[in-house]
């Protein structure tokens, strides 16, 4: 009979272990309230599912594969929850675009209004408008003050816009 097709072939094979959002060498690794909450309720989801897996005695292998990733991405969600800067946005000068803002950007060109929240590489969320402190965008516009033109390069071209609206909640 063909071996390729048996469990042990499995337990041979180091598992993968699903690496945390990017944050550059050297970089601080800001959150807001809402992002520092979200990685300790993502700690402890993750510490309920390895008790779980603790007690599951049904295949050791499986167990100790599962046990292997849960022990590595608790272990580098501990490293991201230590190294968290917390920054409060509510705390940031309302004119100008800081970590935490909410911006409001109107394109120079008849463009579409663009809004966003700048937050922690964690809490970044394309679908819930969330952008990273480090994507290119949010840099494009840190630091800008209320009314100001910047210039946004997207892909091979450049659009300006005018920052319409900042918010810190």
């Known amino acids: 009979m063909s071996r390729a097709f048996t469990k042990e072939e499995d337990s ?3 598992p993968i272990i699903p690496p945390r959002a990017a944050l550059p060498t050297g970089t601080p ?3 807001t309230p809402a992002g ?3 990685l300790r309720a993502e700690l402890a989801a993750l510490e ?5 897996a603790e007690a599951n005695r049904e295949n050791e292998a499986d167990r100790t594969r599962q046990l292997t990733v849960l ?5 580098a969600l501990n490293e991201r929850i230590a190294s968290a800067r917390l920054v409060d946005p509510r705390a940031q000068p309302a004119q100008e ?11 120079l060109a008849a463009g579409p209004e663009r809004h966003f929240t700048i937050v922690g590489v964690d809490e970044a969320s394309v679908a819930a408008g969330k952008v990273a402190f480090v ?3 949010a ?21 300006e816009v005018e920052v319409v609206g900042i918010i810190y909640a």
């Open 29 to 31: 690794n800001y959150v």
């Open 97 to 107: 675009v800081r970590f935490g803002a909410t911006v409001r950007l109107r394109s």
């Open 12 to 14: 041979l094979e180091a």
């Open 48 to 52: 309920a599912e390895r008790t779980t």
């Open 71 to 75: 022990n590595g991405r608790l272990g």
């Open 36 to 38: 520092l909450e979200q």
């Open 135 to 137: 994507a290119p965008i």
């Open 139 to 159: 840099r494009a516009v840190l630091g800008a003050r209320l009314g100001q033109r910047v210039t946004l390069r997207l892909g091979p071209k450049e659009e």
